[in-house]
């Protein structure tokens, strides 16, 4: 039986380690999902290596052994969280530990976490190569949004969020095991056709009729093998291409709505508040005033 989660976010942050930076070896009290975003690594997690690229993640466990050695020229962007996944009352008390199982105090101890992954998934991986890596980042993002910008019910909110990614992370993980081969192939051919059309407006019958195949299966196989609709992942990786725009360029959100491929700049801003939680507007003004 599933665990009866209550999660709690400790930390959660959009880090950039610097070229030939080294986190580690150490162990933390609770878990940590790392996302690569950009750069490269060596990671080691219990005494195994993985040359981590972006779309990467890994989970360390309580009481795990890891280290992180960046490489020597560029720069390593790996947004992350900290977090439990059952009720502790010294939860707030609970500090980031960077230190080696030996070197922790005596008084610090009693912070570990108690291990409870493989009751989801057995053997629990400590590495995934999510395929549905976009939407995951986006997941990752609102929760690192909502700790730096909190709302009223912030707890509730970042608990929602978080319950949200961790059902993906689950999906992910049971789907790449489970997975008929042709499906998946079936699927990624989906995948990259709506990527390769990012920029222009889509719908299900155009991307059935590109295919050959039929507007049931194509919802199908993308979401068992991705975690999502077919229609929600264009439009969010439409969002993800705007936001750059609003980042970035000084275009109006006029142009950006054009150039992402929305039919109207009213449907633009719908979407974009609907998978941000922010309209384009605010999202600008947020990043002027960072």
């Given amino acids: 039986m599933e665990p009866v989660l209550s999660p709690y976010i400790r930390r959660a942050w959009y880090n950039i380690l610097n070229p030939s930076e080294v986190i580690g070896p150490r162990v933390i009290f609770d878990y940590e999902l790392v996302l690569i975003k950009e750069g490269h690594a060596d990671i080691e997690i219990d005494g195994r290596h993985y040359a981590a690229s972006p779309g990467d993640m890994f989970i360390f466990r309580p009481k795990q052994p890891h280290c992180i050695y960046t490489a020597p020229d560029e720069q390593l962007i790996q947004p992350h969280i900290h977090f439990d996944l059952l009720s502790y009352p010294d939860r707030e008390q609970v500090p980031i530990s960077y230190l080696s199982l030996d070197k922790i105090p005596p008084e610090q101890k009693g912070f570990f976490r108690e291990d409870i992954l493989d009751q989801f998934v057995s053997p629990f991986p400590a590495y995934i190569r999510p395929k549905n890596e976009l939407y995951i980042e ?10 730096e910008n909190p709302q009223p019910f912030n707890n509730v909110h970042l608990q929602q969020a978080f319950l949200t990614l961790w059902e993906q992370v689950l999906l992910d993980i049971f789907y790449t095991s489970k997975y008929d081969s042709r499906q998946e192939i079936s699927a990624e051919m989906f995948k990259q056709y709506i990527d390769h059309h990012a920029s222009l407006p889509l719908t299900l019958d155009e991307l059935s009729q590109a295919t050959h195949f039929s507007k049931s299966y194509i919802s199908k196989v993308f979401g068992e093998a991705y975690g999502i609709s077919p229609m929600k992942y264009h ?7 705007a936001k750059q725009m609003v980042l970035f360029t000084n275009m109006s959100l006029s142009e950006i709505s054009e150039l992402s491929g929305f039919a109207s700049l009213q449907d633009f801003s719908r979407v974009f508040k609907k998978i941000d939680g922010a309209s384009p507007s605010a999202y600008r003004r947020r990043k002027e005033i960072v």
Avoid: G, K, P, S
């Fill in 138 to 147: 986006q997941l990752l993002f609102n929760i690192i949004h909502a700790v």
């Fill in 235 to 241: 439009a969010t990786v439409q969002v993800q291409m």
